[in-house]
C-alpha cells in the first residue's frame, strides 16, 4: 500500500499538505530562535548544543519545513562547535533535492540546513530528507529535470540545450572525451567528440576523462545562484573535487563554463 493510501486510511480524510508538490530545488529560507534553559531537562543540560530537532523546529516556524514531517528518509548532521543552551542561533534552510516516487504517491525532498551563532559563524550543518505525500490527483508522472541535478533525464536536457551553443561546439571542436558530473549520489557522464554530446548515460564503457563532483548545496547554489561563479569557488577550494585527468579539466575549462551557463538557463528556462 502506498504512503499516500496508509494516510488517507488512517484519517478517513485527504491530507491537506504540504504536499510534495510545494517545494522545488533552490527555495530558501532562514529562522532564529533562543534556546532557554529547561531546569528539568537534564540531558539538555549535559549537551549544551542546538540539535537536528531545534533545527527542524526552526525550519517550521519559517515555514519551509513541514510541521509534521511524514516520514524522515535520511539525515546527516554535523555538529561544528558547541552552541551555549540560551545563546540565540540563526538557520538558514536550502532546498536541494527533490525527486517524485510515483509507487508511493509521494515524492521525495531534501534540505541543507546551517546554524550559524550570533558572530555568524557556521556551528552545525547537516541535511534532512523526507517523504511526503503528493498532492491528490497527481499524475505521479516524472519530475521536470531543469533542476534534478547530475540525473541522466537532467543531461539530456542539458546536451540538448548545448547543441545549440556555439562556445561549447567551439571549446570542445576538437576533443574526444567524457565528462563526469557528480551532485551527491547522482552521477552522470556526457560523451563528447568534435563539439557534440554524442552519448548521455550513467557510466560509459572507459569511464569519465575526469569527473567534476560536489554537494547537492554546491550545485543548487551554483545553478540557481546569481551568477556563474564556478571557477571562484574551483580555485578557493569551496568543495568542488575533480577525478581522473587534471590537463584535460583545465584545458576544458571553457568547455565547462559554458556547460554550467546552460544549465542554469535549463533552470530558469523550461525544459530544454
Not at 504536499?19 to 533552490?26: K, L, P
Not at 547537492?216 to 545553478?223: A, G, I, K, M, S
Request: aromatic share 6%; charged share 25%; net charge neutral.
Amino acid at each position: 500500500m502506498s504512503v499516500g493510501a496508509q494516510q488517507r486510511d488512517s484519517t478517513t480524510a485527504t491530507p491537506t499538505g504540504p504536499y510534495y508538490e510545494d517545494f522545488s530545488v533552490g527555495q530558501r529560507g532562514a529562522g532564529s530562535v533562543r534556546r532557554p534553559p529547561d531546569p528539568d531537562d537534564r540531558a539538555a543540560r549535559r549537551t549544551p548544543t542546538a540539535g537536528l530537532t531545534t533545527v527542524v523546529a526552526l525550519a517550521s516556524d519559517g515555514g519551509l519545513l513541514p510541521p509534521s514531517l511524514l516520514r524522515v528518509l535520511e539525515t546527516h548532521w554535523s555538529n561544528l562547535s558547541p552552541v551555549p543552551v540560551g545563546e540565540p542561533v540563526e538557520a538558514t534552510f536550502t532546498v536541494t533535492r527533490c525527486r517524485r516516487v510515483p509507487a508511493e504517491d509521494a515524492g521525495s525532498v531534501q534540505w541543507h540546513l546551517q546554524v550559524h551563532d550570533r558572530a555568524g559563524r557556521t556551528v552545525q550543518e547537516g541535511t534532512i530528507e523526507v517523504l511526503l505525500p503528493a498532492r491528490p490527483g497527481s499524475d505521479g508522472a516524472a519530475d521536470a529535470a531543469e533542476r534534478a541535478f547530475c540525473s541522466r533525464p537532467w543531461a539530456e536536457s542539458l546536451a540538448r540545450r548545448l547543441a545549440g551553443d556555439e562556445g561549447f561546439r567551439s571549446a570542445t571542436a576538437t576533443w574526444d572525451g567524457t565528462i563526469g558530473l557528480r551532485a551527491g549520489k547522482d552521477e552522470v557522464h556526457l560523451r563528447v567528440y568534435r563539439g557534440r554530446v554524442i552519448e548521455v548515460a550513467g557510466r560509459t564503457p572507459l569511464g569519465a576523462t575526469f569527473t567534476l563532483e560536489g554537494s547537492e548545496r554546491l550545485w543548487t547554489d551554483l545553478v540557481t545562484g546569481p551568477s556563474n561563479d564556478f571557477f571562484r569557488r574551483a580555485m578557493s577550494g569551496d568543495a568542488f573535487t575533480v577525478t581522473g585527468n587534471a590537463y584535460e579539466y583545465l584545458r576544458m575549462s571553457k568547455a565547462l563554463m559554458a556547460l554550467i551557463d546552460a544549465a542554469r538557463e535549463l533552470a530558469t528556462g523550461g525544459r530544454g
